[in-house]
């Protein structure tokens, strides 16, 4: 993770605490004695539910590696497929039940140890560790909440894993899976490919996700999905989410963007002296897209190439100031070629640019419904071929995806009339992209603790 030391001396300024639970390199930390310095007095507060104290000596049970034989409706098209492995299959996906049903135990203890009340994650992801944490969470009556701030786009998976093996169904399993499993299933150039890793879906399965597709982002078992606009909770909808799960509340990062818009003029003068910039022309972010090039079909020769399609052809065919956010992770040598091709680099998050912007070039990033929100116009270059559909019916986002089209669309935007078209466009949608009203951390408070939004 980068920026840990600065991540926990804010915690620490703010009364909590910042806990990483693995060094660098996958090193496991003892989390249980970073945790028992911060816990309450109070572990007991949160009973189990009767329900749970009834079933307490079954969960023993189904923690074991014969799960697969409980009876329970839910799970029972994964145990018609359990029931057709051989041995060496069946055990790894009884030990990725067996798994999942020990994390679930640790997060419940500590649940109970720091006296939780809710816990609060940025994305529900099947491949990482929200699903255990939910789950105990639910056990002990505490509320849990996503505050979610990335695009819903259920191809993005299937484009990502299509390739790998050990997501790709034996042929003989195919038409079980497709039976029992439709909804963790894709298929993608003659091959069936399941979500996660075909045993670990169904390991995931017995331990009882009831996700209602697990392609798409968030979908869990959440109680609750905080999004950031009335636009991306259409977007859910669409998706088959239940109206009652998912509430437009704003994002943390819209508050912060909030305060930065209403000291516009003096931010924007000191960021443009900075980098020594005059305010007699257009100010362009730039959200430098990380280096691809090895993993991704794209049209360049080099990522040299694509650094300067997004730093020097914004300057040069807008004739505009243009600064760089780059990818956290981005080596110091492309800073020094961003640097070298005369744009600004501000290595803190876009969303401290945006409010003091004009306009915005990015490729297919979740940062762009920012912009949207800011009211601007958008380039959301897409240089590595992604083909996503989710802003190609806005005026106000022009969406290249060949580097002429690139130039096409700058040089569309270099005259003032259709500028102004796609700056009058944004700014009659801005709403639709989030309210920046400052009170977005207040509205996803409340919400964690099942308040309404005036806290009543």
């Not at 056990?139 to 093996?165: I, Q």
């Not at 909770?233 to 799960?245: R, T």
């Not at 912060?256 to 980098?275: D, F, I, N, T, V």
Request: proline share 6%; hydrophobic share 45%.
């Amino acid at each position: 993770m980068p920026g840990v030391d600065a991540l926990r001396e804010r915690a620490r300024a703010a009364g909590s605490t910042y806990v990483v639970e693995h060094a660098p390199g996958a090193r496991p930390l003892n989390i249980h004695e970073a945790l028992s310095g911060w816990s309450t007095a109070k572990p007991l507060r949160i009973p189990v539910s009767a329900e749970a104290r009834q079933c307490a000596s079954a969960d023993a049970a189904q923690s074991s590696i014969f799960s697969f034989l409980r009876k329970s409706p839910r799970i029972r098209g994964a145990r018609a497929v359990v029931g057709s492995l051989d041995d060496e299959d069946r055990m790894a996906v009884l030990r990725e039940h067996d798994r999942l049903e020990r994390r679930a135990a640790f997060c419940e203890d500590w649940i109970v140890r720091l006296g939780v009340d809710a816990v609060a994650f940025s994305e529900d992801n099947l491949s990482r560790d929200s699903l255990p944490w939910i789950r105990a969470a639910a056990r002990r009556g505490a509320r849990s909440a996503v505050v979610s701030y990335g695009a819903m786009t259920p191809s993005e998976f299937v484009m990502a894993f299509r390739n790998l093996e050990s997501y790709q169904v034996p042929e003989a399993l195919c038409a079980s899976f497709k039976t029992h499993l439709a909804k963790w299933t894709a298929d993608v150039e003659g091959k069936v490919i399941t979500r996660l890793p075909w045993r670990q879906a169904l390991g995931a399965e017995l331990f009882g996700l009831n996700a209602h597709n697990p392609w798409a982002i968030n979908s869990g078992n959440a109680d609750i999905i905080a999004v950031e606009s009335e636009r991306m909770k259409s977007v859910y909808l669409d998706h088959g989410f239940p109206e009652s799960q998912v509430v437009a509340t704003g994002h943390p990062l819209f508050d912060r963007m909030s305060e930065l818009r209403a000291c516009r003029p003096r931010l924007r003068a000191e960021l443009l002296a900075k980098h020594g910039m005059t305010d007699d022309r257009r100010l362009i972010a730039v959200a430098l897209t990380p280096d691809m090039t090895a993993k991704r079909p794209n049209m360049f020769s080099s990522y040299d190439d694509i650094i300067a399609a997004f730093v020097s052809e914004p300057r040069d065919r807008l004739k505009a100031n243009v600064i760089v956010s780059p990818h956290p992770n981005a080596p110091a040598d492309v800073i020094a070629k961003i640097k070298a091709l005369g744009a600004g680099v501000e290595q803190a998050s876009v969303a401290e640019l945006l409010p003091l912007a004009d306009g915005y070039v990015g490729c297919v990033s979740s940062t762009i419904k920012w912009a949207l929100a800011c009211a601007m116009p958008v380039v959301d270059f897409d240089c590595y071929g992604y083909n996503y559909p989710d802003y190609l019916d806005l005026p106000q986002v022009f969406s290249p995806r060949s580097p002429e089209e690139y130039g096409r669309a700058l040089d569309a935007l270099a005259a003032d009339a259709v500028w102004n078209e796609a700056a009058e466009a944004a700014r009659a949608d801005a709403c639709r992209w989030g309210e920046l009203d400052g009170a977005a951390v207040e509205r996803i408070i409340d919400l964690c603790f099942g308040e309404d939004s005036s806290g009543d």
